[in-house]
């Protein structure tokens, strides 16, 4: 038994769900450990790609055990979205199970994070406006509601007579927003029953222990990426969980010492959807040409993505506050061709002609931070095709062996294309 964490290791969107969706082919259980409808996960398979942003991307192999776990949160309608277009696809979902631990996207979530988007003056963090933050906010304050007080008339009834007075008193005379009643609330409440009823999992003690006491293989997957971590992320340009490695205790059920491997995704290069630093950006066109090669638009919100050299700078932070035991390289291919590769090694301050290795958390100063490249031949062939690691074109070879090197962590995973079988496994 070999229990693995999947996690983003540069801002998200770094190819997680393929590896994840590889990985789950040996895994019992597979759970969703913290974020919300703000990821977006692609999986081609079956001639079919399909997109996930609520379920375990592990939905797609018949008899694995999905869980969406307590560190979550959930806006119903789009898990309704997700249920329906998966039905429709044929997918089985009678292993998919819903914590009853977490937290739901209220519908003043949605309204108050459209605003405070919207109406940011200045300090815009680049939200997907699906009511992530607000939601848990209100967990954080201890207003918000948990899926299994969907299936209990008390503490529903007794929960919205102390939360509806703040929220509405929020709601009317901080943002201007509409207000709600406690009848329409509960009757709003009544059909985000009906949606999870077949998926609530109100044994998942039982099950966890069971999967434990059985020595069943455990997969945790991870949303966003390190990079945007609410506590080790370009704060405050960051999500509002934990995508870390320890996140998936936290946010699953299972304490550490369920855990074997963690293993950080990134791509070749660098990406980034919203606002926040990023010191290797590319606003020419070789960011265009990245761009367009990689298909760099977001699942989610559809916006392209901002591109950029490897940095290699968070790179080295993001394997040490995300615990990585190995990195999961992703879209290398997208290199192919291209005559030269470039690779951040440090940050120069432009003020002071400073050097920074080590990542500097202070996201203020990174405007005037300037990338220190090494340079390196690419390989101009096509390696879409391969999947042994010795037939990789030396020049390939050897920058990987160099963000080995940097990194001080192993490559095991090497993905040379979207599909299952576009993988190389490292040994």
């Not at 008899?63 to 044929?90: A, D, H, M, R, W």
């Not at 029953?193 to 006491?213: G, H, N, S, T």
């Not at 080295?316 to 951040?344: H, Q, R």
């Not at 400073?354 to 931070?369: E, G, R, W």
Request: net charge neutral; glycine share 10%; hydrophobic share 35%.
């Amino acid at each position: 038994m070999s229990n693995k964490v999947v996690i983003g290791a540069q801002w998200g969107d770094e190819g997680k769900a393929k590896i994840t969706d590889l990985l789950a082919q040996d895994a019992d259980l597979i759970i969703r450990y913290q974020g919300g409808c703000n990821a977006g996960h692609t999986v081609v398979a079956h001639g079919k790609t399909f997109k996930f942003h609520l379920i375990p991307s592990g939905i797609l192999y018949k008899g694995k055990t999905c869980l969406i776990g307590n560190g979550t949160v959930i806006l119903p309608e789009y898990f309704e979205q997700e249920i329906e277009g998966l039905k429709s696809e044929n997918i089985d979902l009678s292993g998919l199970k819903v914590s009853p631990l977490a937290t739901i996207t209220m519908p003043w979530h949605t309204e108050v994070d459209g605003y405070s988007e919207d109406n940011a003056s200045k300090g815009k963090i680049g939200t997907t406006k699906k009511g992530i933050g607000p939601t848990y906010t209100d967990k954080m304050q201890r207003i918000a509601l948990k899926i299994e007080d969907l299936y209990s008339e008390v503490a529903l009834s007794e929960k919205l007579d102390i939360i509806l007075p703040l929220k509405n008193k929020q709601l009317k005379e901080v943002y201007g927003l509409k207000t709600y009643t406690k009848e329409e609330v509960l009757e709003l409440c009544k059909k985000y029953a009906e949606i999870f009823k077949p998926y609530v999992c109100f044994d998942w003690q039982e099950m966890l222990q069971d999967f434990k006491r059985k020595g069943k293989t455990v997969l945790f997957e991870g949303a966003q990426g390190v990079m945007l971590d609410v506590d080790f992320g370009t704060y405050p340009f960051v999500t509002s969980s934990n995508p870390v490695g320890g996140g998936a205790c936290t946010g699953s059920g299972y304490g550490p010492k369920m855990i074997n491997e963690v293993i950080g995704v990134a791509k070749a290069y660098c990406t980034r959807v919203g606002e926040g630093p990023f010191v290797t950006e590319l606003t020419d066109s070789m960011g265009n040409k990245i761009r367009e090669i990689g298909h760099e638009f977001g699942v989610t919100t559809g916006r392209p993505r901002r591109c950029g050299w490897f940095d290699a700078v968070t790179m080295k932070y993001a394997a040490l506050v995300g615990g990585l035991t190995s990195i999961a390289l992703t879209k290398i291919d997208v290199f192919d061709s291209f005559d030269e590769i470039k690779l951040c090694t440090a940050y120069k301050d432009k003020r002071n002609g400073k050097i920074y290795t080590s990542y500097p958390t202070d996201v203020f100063v990174h405007k005037y931070l300037e990338p220190v490249y090494e340079t390196h031949k690419g390989w101009n062939e096509d390696i879409t095709g391969i999947r042994n690691y010795d037939e990789l074109p030396e020049n390939c070879k050897k920058y990987l062996e160099r963000l080995e090197e940097i990194l001080e962590t192993p490559i095991s995973i090497v993905s040379v294309g979207p599909d299952r079988e576009q993988t190389i496994f490292k040994k």
